[in-house]
């Protein structure tokens, strides 16, 4: 069974630091591009960050420069490293895996709140 289950949001302060992780199980995840997306109060969803299987990473222009996407094949999770945190950050922060149209994963998603 595939799963992808993430972790690490919470509330912060405007200017804080959080740490996503998503961890992954029931396919090969080192052969897959990951990526994070969010939804925003009221918005729809919003690629933010995504790293191939061979870890070339890309941002969204919202995010260069504060946020840091990564992968640990050995531990078969993704992590988003989330600095310098805007209250326009606030969103539900999903994990996807992509391999190909018939194998495309997604995670429950986890809440950040950023607010003083």
């Known amino acids: 069974e595939v799963q992808l289950v993430e972790s690490g949001g919470g509330l912060v302060q405007p200017g804080g630091s959080l740490r996503l992780s998503c961890a992954a199980s029931?396919?090969?995840?080192?052969?897959?591009?990951m990526s994070w997306v969010r939804q925003g109060p009221g918005k729809g969803l919003e690629w933010v960050s995504s790293?191939?299987?061979?870890?070339?990473?890309t941002y969204a222009d919202s995010v260069k420069g504060r946020f840091t996407i990564s992968r640990d094949n050995a531990k078969n999770t993704l992590y988003l490293q989330m600095n310098s945190l805007k209250p326009e950050d606030t969103a539900v922060y999903y994990c996807?895996?992509?391999?190909?149209?018939?194998?495309?994963?997604w995670g429950q998603g986890t809440q950040v709140t950023v607010s003083s």
């Open positions: 790293i191939t299987s061979s870890g070339t990473t």
């Open positions: 996807n895996a992509y391999y190909s149209a018939y194998t495309d994963y």
């Open positions: 029931g396919f090969t995840f080192s052969s897959y591009a």
